[in-house]
């Protein structure tokens, strides 16, 4: 018996086998490229299928099935919101994995000689679901469920995955469950207040996002070209609209001026946050973790420094913040955990 876990991310799709355990039996990885909307719910169904029936033709089987996605997760309706994923506003990914689980299930039934077939389907309102329990859930709770099961988070009842990644949020463990909110919303902190005046650019992505994202910082960058006309540093060897987060950190890293100026920025915005989460939730750690947790983990012992200035100080004397152990791995052994406590006995 095995587990699949799926991260979808805005630009690839990463899938793991899983023994109950956590051990990765075997790995996929396919790029999304441009597709969206139905483009991107068959490329998921697709992975589903090809990876039931290897297990299948191995004379084993998926026991049960949890995905990741990247926004928000609607339980009740069974439907995903996506920004990154063009058509992803109210796509039914339960109803199509379920599907693809049910076409392999009737597959495998009607093969002789399949050792340990998948189990039959289940028939409701006329539509084939299958009997392989479905779990989905957003990236930001797999996040810190992959590291409570595998990573850092690991006997913390209270803990929060801060992904600093194309946008910003946060998977919040409190009292060993996932706080999700009236709407399933909860920690969508790209769009925490942390600069005033308001500004416009602020309602497609909220403030926080807009500043200390991977894309945030790109536009920062960009912005402080326009004015600062006497810089002739690393950052004017790309037009500003080409610019990315991995460019400025590596300009950065070379102690280029604008670069520098940008990344501090960053570092308050990054420690303000924290700051914010430590005395709203009183959490045992915080997990800074996403894909700008590459290139800024050396900057963790700056962003607890600028986070004591202004967290609840008893609270902040008792957190460990610290970098994600399973780095871009979090989001699929998430996924695994789900599937692991949503298996039918």
Request: glycine residues 16%; aromatic residues 6%; negative net charge.
């Given at each position: 018996m095995a587990l699949l876990g799926i991260?979808?991310?805005?630009t690839k799709l990463a899938a793991a086998v899983f023994t109950e355990e956590g051990e990765i039996l075997s790995r996929d990885l396919t790029l999304l490229g441009d597709r969206g909307g139905k483009d991107a719910g068959a490329l998921v169904a697709e992975t589903v299928r090809k990876l039931l029936s290897q297990k299948q033709n191995n004379g084993s089987r998926i026991?049960?099935?949890g995905i990741s996605v990247p926004g928000i997760y609607r339980i009740k309706?069974?439907?995903v919101w996506a920004p990154n994923i063009a058509g992803w506003d109210n796509y039914p990914l339960l109803e199509e994995v379920k599907a693809a689980c049910a076409s392999v299930s009737q597959a495998g039934a009607g093969e002789e000689g399949t050792k340990d077939p998948v189990p039959a389907t289940d028939y409701e309102a006329g539509a084939a679901t299958s009997a392989i329990p479905v779990t989905i859930d957003?990236?930001?709770a797999c996040y810190i469920l992959g590291e409570m099961w595998k990573g850092n988070a690991r006997g913390c009842s209270n803990a929060i995955f801060l992904s600093v990644g194309t946008g910003i949020g946060a998977g919040i463990l409190t009292d060993g469950r996932?706080?999700?909110g009236a709407n399933d919303i909860a920690g969508a902190i790209g769009w925490m207040a942390l600069n005033r005046p308001f500004r416009d650019?602020?309602?497609s992505c909220g403030c926080f996002e807009y500043h200390a994202s991977g894309e945030g910082i790109a536009k920062v960058a960009a912005e402080y070209l326009k004015t600062e006309t006497q810089y002739e540093g690393e950052l004017r060897n790309k037009p500003r609209e080409e610019i990315t987060s991995h460019d400025v950190f590596d300009a950065y890293t070379k102690g280029d001026p604008l670069a520098d100026k940008v990344i501090r920025q960053s570092i308050e915005f990054w420690g303000m946050a924290t700051a914010n989460l430590i005395s709203l939730f009183n959490p045992e750690k915080i997990i800074l973790g996403g894909g700008v947790f590459g290139p800024a983990v050396s900057l963790i012992n700056e962003i607890i420094e600028e986070a004591a200035r202004w967290a609840q100080p008893i609270s902040r004397r008792l957190v460990s913040i610290e970098g994600s152990a399973l780095g871009g791995d979090a989001g699929v052994y998430g996924a695994g955990w789900l599937a692991r406590e949503n298996q039918r006995k």
């Open positions: 991260d979808i991310g805005g026991r049960s099935i309706e069974g439907t957003s990236d930001r996932i706080l999700r650019e602020y309602v």
